[in-house]
């Protein structure tokens, strides 16, 4: 247990706290909020992921993993996991399932996670990664960062965990630039998408977890701060690659 009185680092969140989902400043109540919402609508995740990227987002996820340097023979880990959106993408690069491992905090995430062939799944935090250290040599976090409680903490996790040389991809949603073009993006993804998910839907909750989707998107630390973060915690070659406005790609070595 830390001690009380040594001064402890700042705790980066990604976003300001929404109240409209959890009691705000109580750490606890947003952590078991994000648990138990994305438990409750593992079932639909696949499915509304689809509507959401207009069917294309596997083959983006593919390209963002080759841009970032996955190749054969490398030490995956995936960091927030979920039903495995990455990871099959992962797989299909690397056809390595034994050098593979997956990390969610959601049970019932990774329950609904299917492989062709066996994928070790860990239950774990991006703030408390469950793997040695220097053990990778690429880690991705897949549209998680949102959903973290301390960046900072997640970022210095991840050059721990990876190896001299290894790559890190953390894939994004951001805030478009213009006033248009978020608002086009805000009436599909708290409109259009939550609408959608009522209709097809089978947990109660999903079509709010597409509304609070979006409301952390546009609540989210800039770009910026994220390439700061990630600096600060020691990780080199820190850039941002952006595709149709939106899908942020931040990628960083560790020397």
């Not at 996955?70 to 993408?89: A, C, E, F, I």
Request: a neutral charge; glycine letters at 8%; charged letters at 20%.
């Amino acid at each position: 247990m830390p001690d009380p009185n040594e001064l402890q680092p700042p705790v980066h969140l990604p976003h300001a706290p929404l109240p409209s989902y959890y009691r705000s400043g109580d750490a606890a109540a947003r952590e078991t909020f994000i648990r138990t919402t994305f438990d409750d609508t593992a079932v639909d995740y696949d499915r509304l992921e689809k509507i959401l990227g207009l069917g294309t987002g596997s083959w983006y996820r593919g390209q963002a993993l080759l841009r970032a340097g996955l190749k054969p023979g490398m030490q995956v880990v995936d960091v927030g996991m979920g039903t495995g959106l990455v990871t099959r993408q992962i797989l299909k690069i690397t056809g390595e399932p034994q050098r593979l491992i997956g990390v969610d905090p959601s049970p019932g995430m990774m329950k609904q996670a299917h492989f062709d062939q066996p994928v070790e799944c860990r239950l774990g935090r991006a703030e408390e990664i469950p793997v040695a250290t220097g053990s990778a040599d690429f880690l991705v976090m897949g549209y998680a960062l949102r959903h973290i409680a301390d960046f900072a903490a997640a970022a210095a996790e991840f050059r721990r965990v990876l190896k001299p040389g290894g790559r890190l991809l953390l894939l994004e949603i951001t805030r478009p630039q213009g006033r248009f073009s978020e608002f086009l993006l805000k009436t599909y993804m708290r409109g259009m998408v939550p609408t959608i998910a009522r209709l097809v839907s089978r947990s109660p909750s999903t079509p709010m977890l597409w509304r609070y989707y979006w409301d952390t998107i546009e609540a989210c630390v800039p770009p910026a701060q994220v390439i700061h973060t990630l600096r600060e915690a020691g990780l080199a070659q820190v850039e941002r690659h952006v595709e149709l406005g939106i899908f942020s790609e931040y990628t960083a070595r560790v020397a």
